[in-house]
Nanobody, 122 residues
Framework: QVQLVESGGGLVQAGDSLRLSCVGS????????MAWFRRAPGKEREFVTA????????RYADAVKGRFTISRDNAKKTVYLQMNSLKPEDTAVYYC???????????????WGQGTQVTVSS
């Protein structure tokens, strides 16, 4: 069982930055690719970004490319999402997830955090 706990959300203005954190509990945290998803009000959950198990490879949704950066510190069992130049359309609940494999292209996510709210005002 892997427990994931997100933090760092909040209310900011357009153009501001936030950094989200997700701490994992598993001893094998470093074996999993990790990802961030988000769900905006009235919309489906969508993929934001992922990072492979050793932190070398990342991928991003087009909507956040160039503004968001994912990183991880396996010694701290933590994955981060640095969000810059935030827009009102980034408003959502952000979830971290642990993949079923090590690859950044893993598409099975077995464990999810509870989510953290990010609200961007215009």
């Amino acid at each position: 069982q892997v427990q994931l706990v997100e933090s760092g959300g909040g209310l900011v203005q357009a153009g501001d930055s936030l950094r989200l954190s997700c701490v994992g509990s598993a001893r094998t945290f470093s074996a999993y690719a990790m990802a961030w998803f988000r769900r905006a009000p009235g919309k489906e959950r969508e993929f934001v970004t992922a990072i492979n198990s050793n932190g070398v490879t990342t991928r991003y949704a087009d909507a956040v490319k160039g503004r968001f950066t994912i990183s991880r510190d396996n010694a701290k069992k933590t994955v981060y999402l640095q969000m810059n130049s935030l827009k009102p359309e980034d408003t959502a609940v952000y979830y971290c997830a642990a993949a079923g494999g090590a690859s950044v292209y893993s598409n099975t996510f077995n464990y999810w955090g509870q989510g953290t709210q990010v609200t961007v005002s215009s």
